[in-house]
Structures are given as C-alpha cells and as structure tokens.
C-alpha cells in the first residue's frame, strides 16, 4: 500500500538525550515535511524539503535537525536543545514542492514524543 | 503574516442536527485552502481543497464553500461517526514551498 509510515508510535525522552523519528513515504513525493501538534491546538511547520539532499527551517526549527539523503525518507532529530519536546509529532509528504497550483499535502499517522 | 482561525472551538450536535464550521483566513494570495479531518491520535485526512472564492465541494454530508475571506465547512445530517476534529488550512502564494498554516481545529461530536 502506498502512504506515509512513521516510527515508532510513542517515544519516550530522558532529559539530555536525542532522539530520532523515523519517515518514510513511497509515494515518489518530492516534498517532505515536519509538523508538531501540541493538544489542543494546530500544526506548526518544523522543517521542509523540496528535494534530496535541501531542507529548510520552518517556524519552530530550534532544537530540531533533519537530513533528506535519499528521497523517501526524511528523519527529525529531537536534540537536547529542544527544552519542551512533548508532542504529536507528523510528517507529511506532497508531489512537488514547487507547484504554485497548491499541491495536496498528505500526513503520516504521527509519533508520539515524552519527556520523562 | 498568514493567520488562520477556526471557529467554534468545539461543537456538540445531536444525530441528524446540520450545522456549519468556519474557518476565517488572512493571507497573502491565497494559492489553495485544505480542509482536513484528525480523529485522535492519527494524523490528519485530506478532504478538500479550494482555489478560489465562489468555489464548493462536496464529499457524502460535507460540503466546502470559499470566500475572500472564510470558508465554511456544512455538515449535513451528522453521524456520530462524523466525530472528530476538522482542521483548516491554508497555502500562501508568496510561499516558495507547498507549507500550509494552520488554525487550531474544530472539535466535533455527534451524539446518537
């Protein structure tokens, strides 16, 4: 089946430490990117690719890296620098990341991120 | 800076009892906006995308409508298996990418 996986589901953090969510999509998507969701509240961008081997920060980039070293496959690190981690972490792919037509943008079914 | 904001925060309606979302934007060109549904704890579903004002959609007891300034999500007849949050969003023409900002949802639950 075509779509959009992310591991592991739920993740737990020690403080100090780093952690890596995994995503990947078979779609032959282009475009990849990073949202967290807080409860209650919408997406905000993290980081985005438009193509392999280019990433760009997004709105809340601090504390957060990425790499897009082949093109179905955009991992986040969630590094100690990141002082409030917990969240509903998404990933999300689209076609082109350059489509002014407003290219659909599809999301993976999410990890959960814990501080403990 | 583009700004989004759903409302009502959260909607009870009984089985059968239509109403309406809103989903009020400020952008700077408007390149599409996406209506997504998020049951809890998944991610979200595509349903719609609007380019422009004057424009519908419909999908079973969905139906998206545009303005300049708003779009609405009708729901007609829910079912209780309509519960869920539905989330607005929109894509900016001066974007140099597809990123979409968000409002904080609408969370909706039908009771049978």
């Known amino acids: 089946d075509g779509g959009i996986t992310q591991s592991p589901k739920y993740l737990f953090r020690k403080e100090g430490q780093n952690v890596t969510l995994s995503c990947e999509q078979n779609l032959n998507h282009d475009a990849m990117y990073w949202y967290r969701q807080d409860p209650g509240q919408g997406l905000r961008l993290i980081y985005y690719?438009?193509?392999?081997?280019?990433?760009q920060k997004g709105d809340i980039a601090e504390g957060y890296s990425v790499s897009r070293e082949k093109k179905e496959s955009f991992p986040l690190t969630v590094t100690s620098a990141q002082k409030n981690p917990t969240a509903f972490y998404l990933c999300a792919s689209s076609m082109d990341g350059n489509d002014y037509s407003g290219n659909t943008i599809y999301f993976g079914e999410g990890s959960w991120l814990t501080v403990v | 800076e583009d700004q989004v904001t759903q409302s009502p925060e959260a909607l009870r309606l009984q089985e059968g009892e239509s109403s309406s979302l809103n989903c009020s934007y400020t952008?700077?060109?408007?390149?599409?906006l996406f209506w997504y549904r998020q049951d809890p704890g998944k991610g979200p579903e595509f349903l719609f995308t609007?380019?422009?004002a004057g424009e519908e959609k419909e999908k079973e007891r969905l139906k998206a409508t545009l303005t300049k300034k708003e779009s609405f999500l009708h729901i007609t007849a829910p079912k209780p298996e309509d519960s869920a949050t539905y989330l607005c969003?929109?894509?900016?023409?001066?974007?140099?990418?597809?990123?979409?900002?968000f409002g904080g949802g609408t969370r909706l639950m039908v009771k049978p």
């Open positions: 609007l380019y422009s």
């Open positions: 690719s438009q193509i392999v081997n280019d990433f």
């Open positions: 969003a929109v894509q900016a023409g001066n974007n140099a990418g597809n990123m979409l900002t």
């Open positions: 952008v700077s060109g408007l390149r599409g």
